[in-house]
């Protein structure tokens, strides 16, 4: 199968010269309706001139249109079905035989490293049939690679990049992946796919391809600077928090005001510089009215944690645990029945609607407290129903029934109306879908007019020095090198060790730590926060707003703003001495090195030699300082 070519010589278009350079041989689609056969058909046309490649695949007709990007090139799918019905596979890809590009490698963007801890690149060489989506992926042999992503486009639908590797009659394919379902689970399935099944014409989000010299490095820097590129709140001054201290490890749903007050000196002497309110400061589960016969009226409150040099912050909800709501703020499903949306066993949270009545008394409850001092506020417990149920209750105004992007559009929309009259107040978003889970891209609805300012780093906080240990954080450290997107994480001290390894380490890959388990900690791991909660603070800028640099895994470079400082962060997971030798790059400009304490440093190829030797189960923190 060739793409039909009626341009003349070795020209034409972008899409063209990436077709020759990884040896692609046709631009194709697959479909299946329920129960029905395989369809398969080839994009024919005209690239290098109008642009336009077009097919039919069972009573499905497709156009695609490529337009010059910036970087690369942009390609746009619409697509029309003339019936109704399931779709049981739907996917538009770039199929090239595997033998073309040998020794090549597929990874997934932003997790190469999956939230599971496992390591989800693929040599195309050795690998099995597999499918799969992400936000983008790179193809690389370590000399050349090819980037496919999705570029946000300012709007609330969405869906993820699809990739697979087939055997096609015993011969192996590469299929990067221009649209297709993004999975069965209706937390995640494409809601262009879905409109596709009934009958609608869609036009999907905008594909960039970019190929590049190098290799993973130089492809996941491309991807991270399309993103910056595209995402214009990235250039407006970056608000900050300092660390924070979470109640929930200690005290679970339960606060009071007696219980907190005599924790305050101990929070100021750790170091901690906001006090964050996790579940128990509300009157019940999900009512977001502050609790005064608990916590004592919410201005004596803040004043009072103000004099112990903390700023406060709180945890919010959508669903609730009360079942005699009498306002209509419950989701009703289609025989106009309240439903439980999220099930964790002993607790139930019955669905409330993010359309209805919640949003003007939950924003109206959040602002009261932002006018009281308040300086943070934390989204949670906002999941899309899990059972794929949603609201279909007509008095709510929204269409019938709710759909998963308007919903997750509603919640955003409640924290942008919050910020009204708060400009310095920080707001964080857990995943709109699922609140703990990666089912919507890290910058999802990030670039709104007052949206967040930070997103969730995933359930990281119960048993957080294990998943550092087992290799599970360092789906973090990919994270943050591809996405330019801020992120926060609370994390649990009275798990880790005295060297404060894991504290480090999620500090290095968010740019809000917030911290739990104090009191349950031992007093070794206490003492080990306050070294390290004081030693962040020193480099506090070069943490939060500062550029960041993964040298690898355990290798972690922190350059403040204007070039002059840095932190290099060395971990050492295992149980004997390491030593080793960090290349680490230095700030454009930089004429010279020394370390802190003024010994100087050697400088070559625009990388600065650090010798470094750390002790078992630490870090090595070591601060440098560039002259340029």
């Not at 936000?135 to 869906?159: A, F, K, N, Y």
């Not at 020193?538 to 204007?562: M, N, P, S, V």
Request: net charge negative; hydrophobic share 40%.
């Amino acid at each position: 199968m060739q793409i039909e070519r009626r341009g003349e010589g070795n020209g034409g278009s972008l899409l063209e010269a990436i077709v020759r350079d990884f040896g692609i041989r046709a631009v194709m689609v697959e479909a299946r309706e329920e129960g029905g056969d395989l369809q398969r058909a080839v994009f024919t046309g005209d690239p290098g001139s109008s642009g336009v490649l077009r097919t039919s695949c069972g009573n499905i007709e497709l156009a695609l249109r490529e337009e010059p990007a910036e970087t690369g090139v942009d390609l746009i799918l619409s697509a029309r079905r003339q019936a109704s019905g399931r779709l049981d596979r739907f996917s538009v890809f770039l199929e090239t035989p595997a033998e073309s590009l040998p020794g090549f490698r597929l990874h997934p963007l932003p997790f190469r490293v999956g939230l599971d801890g496992r390591d989800r690149t693929v040599a195309v060489d050795d690998a099995p049939s597999f499918e799969d989506f992400a936000e983008g992926w790179i193809l690389e042999d370590g000399q050349r690679g090819l980037l496919m992503m999705r570029v946000p486009d300012g709007s609330h639908e969405t869906c993820f990049v699809p990739a697979e590797i087939a055997i096609q009659n015993g011969e192996k394919v590469i299929r990067p992946g221009i649209a297709g379902a993004d999975g069965e689970d209706h937390r995640t399935r494409s809601l262009f796919v879905r409109r596709l099944e009934k009958g609608e014409t869609v036009q999907f989000p905008l594909l960039r391809l970019a190929s590049f010299p190098g290799g993973w490095e130089e492809g996941v820097a491309l991807f991270r600077d399309i993103l910056s590129g595209r995402l214009t709140r990235l250039r407006e001054p970056r608000r900050v928090s300092p660390v924070s201290y979470n109640t929930y490890h200690d005290f679970g749903p339960s606060l009071s005001r007696a219980k907190l007050e005599p924790l305050m000196p101990l929070l100021r002497d750790t170091g901690f510089g906001l006090l964050h309110l996790d579940p128990g400061w509300e009157t019940f589960w999900g009512s977001a009215v502050w609790n005064e016969a608990e916590m004592g009226p919410v201005d004596d409150f803040v004043k009072l944690a103000g004099s112990y040099g903390l700023k406060v912050g709180c945890w919010t909800t959508l669903h609730t645990q009360n079942t005699e709501l009498q306002d209509g703020r419950y989701c009703r499903d289609a025989s106009g029945e309240k439903f439980v949306a999220e099930d964790f066993g002993e607790v139930k949270l019955w669905g409330v609607c993010p359309c209805g009545p919640w949003s003007q008394e939950f924003v109206r409850n959040m602002r009261a407290l932002a006018d009281a001092g308040f300086v943070f506020i934390n989204s949670d417990f906002h999941d899309w129903p899990w059972w794929e149920q949603s609201c279909h209750d007509p008095s709510h105004g929204h269409p019938v029934p709710l759909s998963r992007e308007e919903w997750a559009l509603a919640v955003n929309r409640a924290f942008e109306e919050i910020r009204a009259g708060h400009p310095d107040l920080v707001i964080e978003m857990h995943d709109h879908v699922e609140s703990g889970e990666y089912r919507t891209p890290a910058w999802y609805l990030f670039d709104r007019p007052e949206s967040y300012d930070e997103k969730w780093a995933y359930e990281f906080m119960w048993k957080t020095h294990r998943d550092l240990m087992e290799g599970r954080l360092f789906s973090l450290y990919h994270l943050r090198k591809a996405e330019p997107v801020p992120l926060f994480l609370h994390m649990n001290m009275s798990t880790d060790n005295a060297n404060a390894i894991a504290f480090w380490y999620v500090a290095s890959c968010v740019t809000h730590v917030g911290v739990g388990g104090l009191l349950k900690a031992p007093e070794e791991v206490r003492e080990g926060y306050r070294r390290a909660i004081a030693t962040y603070n020193r480099y506090f800028d070069e943490f939060t707003r500062g550029e960041f640099a993964g040298i690898d895994e355990l290798t972690h470079l922190h350059t403040a703003l204007d070039g002059k400082r840095g932190v290099l962060l060395c971990f050492n997971l295992t149980r004997e001495p390491a030593g080793r030798t960090v290349l680490a790059p230095v700030p454009e400009g930089t004429k010279q090195a020394r370390l802190e304490d003024g010994a100087p440093l050697e400088i070559s190829g625009g990388k600065v030699r650090v010798d470094v030797e750390t002790r078992p189960e630490d870090v090595s923190i070591i601060g440098l300082v560039f002259d340029r």
